[in-house]
């Protein structure tokens, strides 16, 4: 497997996958750094039994949530000691992809994603930004189609919901 | 318009993520790439050559303890192998 290749045929995908869970372009370019890292180290591993683009799927949908999770406790640790320079690093909605007549619509809608539960959230980008079939999510998350058509719409529900909420409706 | 927009949005808010346009990734993040691909390469090789190195040591000692634990065994190995008396040896009492 040449990794110049392999990193030229999805350096977008992973750039794109992580911009929609980090929305920001620093974060998601060490989120793309880590991949390709971790797809050099493990394509020893690689066994051929998915897609190679459904294996570098799997490792970025991984990779992100890590990502956030130690993100989140920084910033947790952060507010915690009242930690000002610390704070700085808390980035604001900045996605390169979002037109600029709908970042705030953009920036509530991602700040409602955030509160969804790791599959929904994944689903949801995968099924409406990265726009895959159902079969194909079902492959990236190793669920049945049905499973995820599931997802989806509790997914939806959901969402509705917490953009209420935060409405007062 | 605006209220209509903000309708829709609302009835069906995931769909405002389609609007997201693709990005192509800066090109210096693979040169970033191949450096730290690079400098885990160096990092590894020293930490390889003492991992072998600290499992030979190990196999050593463990044979060393072997070694020394089993000399008792040996010795009774050579009692065995002497012969013992019985009326089948071929010498002679009376010589």
Known sequence: MNFESVYLAHSSLVY?????????KEDAEEITQDVFIKVHDKHKDFKGD???????????????LDYIKAKNRKKRAAFKNRDDHALEFITDFNHPGVAL????????????IEQLPENQRTTLILLKVEDLSQKEVAKILDKSPKAIESIFTRAKANLK???ADSEGL | MK??????QMEKPENLLQTIQQVQPDPKLYTAIKQRVKNREL???PWSILKIAAILCGILLCAEAYIIATPA????????ALV???SNTLYDDNE
């Open chain 2, 43 to 45: 990092e590894t090789t």
């Open chain 1, 16 to 24: 794109n996958v992580a911009l929609q869970y980090v929305q920001n």
């Open chain 2, 3 to 8: 209220q209509k927009t903000s309708n829709i």
């Open chain 2, 84 to 86: 013992s008396v019985n």
């Open chain 1, 161 to 163: 919901k917490i953009i």
């Open chain 1, 101 to 112: 007549e709908n970042k705030e619509a953009m920036a509530k809608l991602f700040a409602a």
């Open chain 1, 50 to 64: 998915s897609a190679l683009k459904t294996w570098i799927y799997r490792i970025t949908i991984n990779t992100s």
């Open chain 2, 73 to 80: 065994t040996a010795d009774f190995d050579n009692e065995l």
